[in-house]
């Protein structure tokens, strides 16, 4: 399996085709992040992958064990991010991310 930032990097590639999806070339939270029409979606975080989804997916993925909740280092879970684990699909929710945001 690749590293996550270079899995990061295919995903980006692949969706980068899609209409309105932009690298973010912003500092700080926003960087090295996939955005569609300026909003941000999708970010590499470590080894999981940061998304934006509705509240009723992220709590399903969540308590699915595919992914964790994220608090943004502020001690209580914002209820539309989630972080996507390795052996998730990462496409395939970034399409999701990507389709909720726009």
């Known amino acids: ?29 926003a960087r090295d992040s ?16 940061l998304l934006k989804l509705p509240a009723e997916r992220v709590a ?3 308590a699915a064990g595919e992914g964790a909740p994220f608090d943004a280092n502020k001690g209580r879970p914002m209820k539309e991010w989630v972080l996507a684990r390795m052996d998730a699909d990462w496409e395939a929710l970034a399409r999701e991310a990507a389709a909720f945001v726009a």
């Open 60 to 62: 399903a993925l969540i």
């Open 34 to 49: 996939l955005m569609v029409n300026g909003k941000l979606f999708a970010a590499v975080r470590g080894d999981v992958l």
């Open 1 to 29: 399996m690749s590293s996550p930032p270079e899995r990061f990097g295919a995903l980006a590639t692949a969706l980068l085709a899609q209409p309105g999806v932009t690298l973010s070339e912003r500092r700080g939270f």
